[in-house]
Structures are given as C-alpha cells and as structure tokens.
C-alpha cells in the first residue's frame, strides 16, 4: 500500500466518519453561540486529531494482544445479541 494511498484512504474514512456523527450539529452551535469561528474550527480539528490518535494507538494495543479470529467473532456474537435485543425489547 503506498503512502498516498494510505492517506487517502485514511482521510476519506475519517472524513466519512465525521459527517456521519453529531459534531457538524455540535460545531454549528458553538459557532452560534459564541461567535468565534477559529476557535470553534481548532477546537473540532484539535479535538478530532486527538480522538484519532486515541483510537489508533489503541487499536495497535488490542492488535498486538488479539488475534484477529478473536475479535471477528465477538464482534459477531455482539452483534447477533444486539439483533435480538432490538427483535425482543419493546420500546
């Protein structure tokens, strides 16, 4: 995987990831609210690059001590249990 390949791809899931979330909503009324546009934008980057690092970091971590096999399938038992809460639960 090249650099630049690797960067686009890293951006593009970040960016994704962004806009799928409720900071857009959260920098829209800080910017509303207190009127500072630079500060509301290097507080979201700051905030963002550190909750990046924070995930990247520890996901080195978890993938130095699990295996792959173990993580694939407690996610997929998290999700079948997840499934049949929501079939299950009445709201």
Known sequence: L???????LSFS???SDL???L???LCF?????HKDLLG???GGVAGHALCNAAAV?????VAERISLRSVTMCGGI?????ALTGLLVDD
Do not use: E
């Not at 009324?29 to 609210?33: E, G, K």
């Not at 970091?57 to 971590?61: D, P, R, S, T």
């Not at 998290?78 to 997840?82: A, K, S, T, V």
């Open 2 to 8: 090249s650099l630049s390949l690797f960067l686009a």
């Open 13 to 15: 899931l970040s960016f």
């Open 19 to 21: 806009l799928s979330d």
């Open 23 to 25: 900071l857009p909503i």
């Open 29 to 33: 009324s800080l910017d509303a609210l």
């Open 40 to 42: 509301v934008m290097l």
């Open 57 to 61: 970091l520890g996901g080195k971590l």
């Open 78 to 82: 998290l999700f079948c249990l997840f």
